[in-house]
């Protein structure tokens, strides 16, 4: 996700004065931008587990997004729940999603077709008034999202 332009004027700026400071909030480095494939797959694949915690949809409807032992986790957590689950439905509140590799990095590599692209995840999540955490790596290539590894805290 990139970040919001800033509205506060510069340190060392006043009006009608031509004094400059560096801005202290500089832009990310283009070579650390997560492309936009990599985030809504980091979005739709946390969602999906959600949805299974909070039964609104069945387990074996993510195979392929979710390796078998992931799936069967996720069965499990939606038969004996997960903490704040009586508080009421999961909703995403924040996703962050990082490169996990020097490949991932790149704007162009899961586009590339050449090889899967790393990514961890950490997201929370409201129920109620209160907030919870998942944290998740995923593999991004030119036509699939797959979790790898998945935690629900």
Not at 96 to 121: C, F, K, L, N
């Amino acid at each position: 996700m990139l970040p919001l332009p800033c509205t506060e004027p510069r340190p060392g700026v006043r009006d009608g004065d031509a004094v400059t400071a560096p801005d202290p909030r500089p832009e990310p480095a283009a070579d650390h931008r997560v492309p936009v494939p990599a985030r809504r797959a980091a979005h739709a694949l946390v969602l999906m587990a959600l949805e299974v915690v909070d039964r609104q949809r069945a387990p074996h409807h993510t195979r392929g997004a979710f390796p078998p032992h992931l799936v069967e986790m996720l069965r499990t957590l939606a038969r004996v729940g997960v903490p704040g689950q009586q508080l009421g439905p999961a909703r995403v509140h924040r996703i962050h999603i990082h490169a996990a590799d020097a490949a991932a990095g790149t704007p162009d590599a899961p586009e590339s077709g050449r090889a899967a692209a790393e990514y961890e995840v950490c997201a929370t999540y409201a129920r109620g008034p209160r907030l919870f955490a998942v944290a998740a790596r995923i593999r991004v290539t030119e036509k699939s999202a797959t979790c790898t590894a998945l935690r629900l805290v």
